[in-house]
């Protein structure tokens, strides 16, 4: 497994990936918090700023698939989190689409509106780092004042959380070549905590090798790209676009939320 299976798309050539990545993260931050402000009653309103993350991933080129299925993939912790709601708020709720009504509950209405939320911001996330290199990214967030520590712990996750994930397959690999399945809850729970020291063990003895090579390559700390960080008149376009985008649908939206 390899990095590349997260933004693999990053390294394409279209006008989004040419844009600045400290541009792209500022209005993707305005972005997530614009849409997580709005009511928890009017779900509907949120399909009108999905417009907004679907258009970077068409102008970007990436495939709405491969959105969709990391969205899934990190779905089910929200899920959760959603289905509560119908059961400790069962206050009776009218909703309206268009000319239709009909009674249903406020817990159902906050469920529909945390998935819809979830959605729309997890595509403005996979549509900035499906655009943007990460190491222009942490570069970036340098530049932009993020601590220098939480920078490089995101680098290090993102560099070597896969050999970490090749690790562990190589253990489930070792253990289903040696056959050991239908084993007691007792027993599997012995293998279980053995494999997991073992793979705790290796996690520390990579975690040594990478601090020595990169000692000996002179890592400073700071986290270089060959990109050149500049916000040139097209960074200063889109922001504007991003805005009135934003402005006209708070204009168009707000009578639906008094």
């Given at each position: 497994?390899?990095?590349?299976?997260?933004?693999?798309?990053?390294?394409?050539?279209?006008?989004?990936?040419?844009?600045?990545?400290?541009?792209?993260?500022?209005?993707?931050?305005?972005?997530?918090?614009?849409?997580?402000?709005?009511?928890?009653?009017?779900?509907?309103?949120l399909?009108?700023?999905?417009?907004?993350?679907f258009?970077?991933?068409?102008?970007?080129?990436?495939?709405?698939?491969?959105?969709?299925?990391?969205?899934?993939?990190?779905?089910?912790?929200?899920?959760?989190?959603?289905?509560s709601?119908?059961?400790?708020?069962?206050?009776?709720?009218?909703?309206?689409?268009?000319?239709?009504?009909?009674?249903?509950?406020?817990?159902?209405?906050?469920?529909?509106?945390?998935?819809?939320?979830f959605?729309?911001?997890?595509?403005?996330?996979?549509?900035?780092?499906?655009?943007?290199?990460?190491?222009?990214?942490?570069?970036?967030?340098q530049?932009?004042?993020?601590?220098?520590?939480?920078?490089?712990?995101?680098?290090?996750?993102?560099?070597?959380?896969?050999?970490?994930?090749?690790?562990?397959?190589?253990?489930?690999?070792?253990?289903?070549?040696?056959?050991?399945?239908?084993?007691?809850?007792?027993?599997?729970?012995?293998?279980?905590?053995?494999?997991?020291?073992?793979?705790?063990?290796?996690?520390?003895?990579?975690?040594?090798?990478?601090?020595?090579?990169?000692?000996?390559?002179?890592?400073?700390?700071?986290?270089?790209?060959?990109?050149?960080?500049?916000?040139?008149g097209?960074?200063?376009?889109?922001?504007?676009i991003?805005?009135?985008?934003?402005?006209?649908?708070?204009?168009?939206?707000?009578?639906?939320?008094?």
């Amino acid at each position: 497994m390899h990095h590349a299976h997260i933004d693999k798309f990053a390294y394409q050539d279209s006008l989004v990936h040419r844009l600045d990545s400290r541009i792209k993260f500022i209005i993707v931050l305005i972005f997530t918090a614009v849409v997580i402000s709005l009511p928890v009653t009017s779900p509907a309103i949120l399909t009108c700023y999905a417009v907004g993350p679907f258009a970077i991933l068409v102008l970007g080129r990436i495939p709405i698939r491969f959105a969709l299925k990391h969205i899934l993939v990190v779905s089910p912790f929200v899920l959760v989190l959603a289905l509560s709601c119908p059961l400790y708020d069962k206050t009776s709720f009218t909703a309206a689409f268009g000319p239709f009504t009909w009674q249903t509950s406020a817990g159902w209405m906050r469920c529909f509106t945390i998935l819809g939320k979830f959605i729309v911001t997890m595509l403005a996330l996979i549509a900035l780092v499906s655009t943007t290199r990460f190491n222009d990214l942490l570069a970036g967030l340098q530049q932009l004042g993020l601590p220098k520590l939480l920078t490089i712990q995101l680098g290090f996750l993102y560099r070597y959380i896969f050999i970490l994930i090749d690790r562990a397959q190589h253990i489930l690999q070792a253990r289903a070549g040696r056959k050991l399945k239908n084993l007691d809850a007792k027993i599997e729970l012995k293998t279980a905590a053995a494999m997991l020291g073992s793979l705790f063990i290796r996690s520390i003895d990579t975690a040594e090798q990478i601090n020595i090579a990169m000692q000996a390559r002179g890592f400073d700390r700071k986290w270089r790209t060959i990109s050149k960080l500049q916000v040139r008149g097209r960074d200063l376009v889109f922001a504007a676009i991003t805005a009135i985008f934003l402005f006209g649908l708070h204009f168009l939206v707000r009578p639906f939320l008094q």
